[in-house]
């Protein structure tokens, strides 16, 4: 401490550092303190704090606080000075914590295992993610009740008008500077959740909690940090970056939260995306993804799951008796690297987190290996690019409970639903044995590797009849050009199609010509404007006008332009989602006990009676027979497939 003095008294000697008494421009000397504060974030870590990914029962190296926590250890080595917090999205999301909260429960003294871990690793603030909020207000309060660090968020409001919890606080800290004097510094803490909270979790929360503008609540409470003397501000931002002009009620606030005034770090969050860097942002006016600058401001966004560490490190100086940040600098650490195609993990786990959830994980082997509904009809995708198929259907029927479920109190709940669904695993490139196959009997919470392996989440557009026709017309460029013409074998599926593009739309009736060329390239450019595979388009028995209006459930790469397919250019979106597709699925089987996907033939091929168009399929089809389509096998294929052929 005195060497500062010293310093500063020199410094006033100078008459210079008198102009900043008298409130000319403040100066920081070279002699003034510099303290190096480094700031840490986890986000969005759903319950994930083993390696392991319960929905394949297998260890996992991608994911897990148990390796992120390795990453803090050393990142907190590496510092004078650091911080711990984490942004929110904490207590639903993975097997562990729907065993927690479906079987385990939450009774009086019982520690969530995701505050179990947390609590080994001595984090400073947290606060509430979306997902918080899933299983009602008094799960939330159970299971963070027993952390031990302090959680706010400003702008969830109970009934009686005030907050759910602490807006902000103020953390009294002692660091120490470059020159070894110790400082005491208040740094301000302060959390935002997505306002649609009220929306998407709109059957726990009526009546009992509202939400403010993320961008009005700071503004409302920013200010009362800074009076209560707070040196510093970090904003737990549970929210992403996007980019647009303000209209209020942004789920994505982060950038416009950035250009309040007194917020000097914005943890972001909630996209699952990781930042600096990003793809996503790099064209977002006001994001530097480099630097990983929000309007100029340092902020992180520490990828999903334990994927990442997001760290921030400032430069504080003092300058008349005021702490600002002079630097920065910004990183997203990841926990592995992807080495051709390969997942090489760069941290072993941290000890102390693992012991803390063991018998949970536990568990939570137990219960995903057990049934959680039972389906009376096999599900199984060995004829899923010919015929109709309950390995689709079953997605699609989730899908649209799910959307008609969210879209009840908007003004979408009349409109027809549609639902899209495209086979996953269908052989391919992934071999005779890549394929769903799902005996009739129970259903575990581990067969959802088998019915959908991608993290999309669920998405809901808006269409004309003209464009479920055109994308059901994109759809159908799987299927090679077949002539009517000719005898001997031709193969119907174009091999350079990737199945997850040929979507089935449930809920119309239609039929595929493949003896039309296909309208669309691979790449969904229109090359054959004259060509139209799609027939007799129906809804309820009725043909498919141009103009009619449906809402069609699908998933985010798809409702953001994966594929590029008519109507889901990113701009027909009117229900985002939070929710992962496996997880609309699993709650579907769990509340319907049983289900039984229908494939009942609600699309089929139309092959000419003298073509014999083959495709092949894994050995194990023997055993089943497709709907709506006749198949005959005809003999081995390479590299252990089976050919069949199909017609009328
Ligand atoms: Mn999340
Ligand atoms: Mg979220």
């Not at 568990?363 to 009376?376: F, H, I, M, N, P």
């Not at 089987?589 to 609600?602: F, L, M, N, Q, Y």
Request: net charge neutral.
């Amino acid at each position: 401490m005195s060497g500062t003095l010293i310093t500063r008294r020199r410094a006033l000697q100078t008459g210079v550092a008198a102009a900043a008494v008298a409130g000319l421009p403040k100066f920081a000397f070279a002699g003034d303190p510099v303290i190096k504060l480094r700031v840490l974030e986890t986000t969005d870590l759903h319950v994930n704090v083993m390696p392991y990914d319960y929905y394949r029962d297998a260890a996992d190296d991608t994911v897990g606080l148990a390796r992120t926590a390795t990453l803090v250890k050393t990142a907190r080595a590496e510092a004078k000075n650091s911080m711990l917090f984490d942004n929110g999205d904490l207590i639903q999301g993975s097997p562990l914590g729907d065993f927690v909260a479906y079987r385990r429960g939450m009774k009086n003294g019982d520690v969530h295992p995701m505050v179990a871990a947390m609590n080994t690793l001595n984090y400073d603030c947290g606060t509430l993610g979306n997902h918080e909020f899933n299983y009602g207000l008094e799960y939330l309060q159970n299971s963070l009740g027993t952390a031990k660090f302090p959680l706010v968020c400003a702008n969830v409001i109970k009934a009686d008008g005030s907050t759910l919890l602490k807006p902000w606080l103020i953390l009294d800290r002692e660091f120490v500077d470059e020159a070894g004097a110790k400082h005491k510094l208040k740094i301000g803490v302060i959390g935002f959740v997505p306002p649609q909270i009220v929306q998407w979790d709109k059957a726990h929360l009526d009546n009992k909690a509202t939400t403010v503008d993320i961008v009005d609540a700071a503004n409302k409470h920013v200010p009362d940090l800074k009076k209560a003397g707070a040196d510093i501000v970090v904003a737990l931002c549970h929210s992403g970056i996007a980019g647009g002009e303000r209209k209020g009620g942004e789920e994505n606030a982060a950038l416009h939260l950035a250009k309040v005034e007194g917020i000097d770090v914005i943890f972001t969050g909630h996209q699952h995306f990781v930042f600096p860097g990003g793809k996503e942002f790099a064209n977002i006016p006001g994001v530097d993804v480099e630097k990983g600058t929000l309007h100029g401001k340092p902020a992180v966004m520490a990828g999903f799951w334990g994927s990442h560490l997001g760290i921030v490190d400032l430069e504080l100086t003092k300058a008349s008796d005021t702490w600002k940040v002079a630097t920065f600098r910004t990183e997203a650490r990841p926990i592995y690297d992807r080495v051709d195609r390969k997942i090489v993990p760069k941290v072993e786990s941290e000890a102390a987190v693992i012991a803390a959830v063991q018998g949970d994980h536990d568990g939570a082997l137990k219960y995903v290996r057990e049934a959680v509904g039972t389906t009376s009809v096999p599900i199984h995708s060995y004829f899923s690019l010919v015929a109709d198929d309950a390995s689709v259907k079953i997605v699609a029927e989730a899908q649209a409970w799910y959307v008609a479920d969210l879209l009840k109190n908007t003004p979408y709940k009349d409109l027809p639903l549609l639902s899209a669904a495209a086979p996953f695993k269908a052989g391919g490139r992934g071999g005779p044995n890549y394929f769903t196959d799902i005996k009739p009997g129970p259903l575990a919470i581990k067969d959802m590797a088998d019915i959908y392996i991608y993290p999309n989440t669920v998405r809901a557009v808006k269409v004309t009849g003209a464009q479920v026709r055109e994308w059901l017309e994109r759809s159908a460029g799987v299927f090679n050009q077949i002539d009517a013409s000719k005898s001997g074998e031709q193969d119907l599926i174009n091999q350079k199609f990737p199945a997850y593009n040929f979507d089935v739309i449930a809920g119309v009736q239609y039929k595929i010509d493949p003896t039309q060329a296909s309208r669309y390239d691979d790449n969904g450019k229109v090359i054959a404007p004259d060509a139209h595979r799609i027939k007799d388009l129906t809804y309820n028995g009725k043909p498919v006008t141009d103009d009619q209006v449906f809402i069609v459930a699908t998933n985010n790469y798809r409702a953001g332009g994966g594929g590029n397919f008519p109507g889901a250019d990113g701009k027909t979106i009117v229900f985002e989602a939070p929710d992962l597709t496996r997880d609309a699925i699993m709650r579907f089987i769990i509340e319907r006990k049983t289900v039984a996907p229908k494939a009942d033939g609600s699309w089929s091929l139309a092959i000419p009676a003298n073509v014999t168009a083959t495709f092949t399929t894994g050995p194990n089809a023997a055993a089943y027979q497709p709907a709506g389509i006749k198949v005959e096998k005809l003999g081995d294929a390479p590299e252990g497939f089976i050919k069949y052929r199909v017609s009328n």
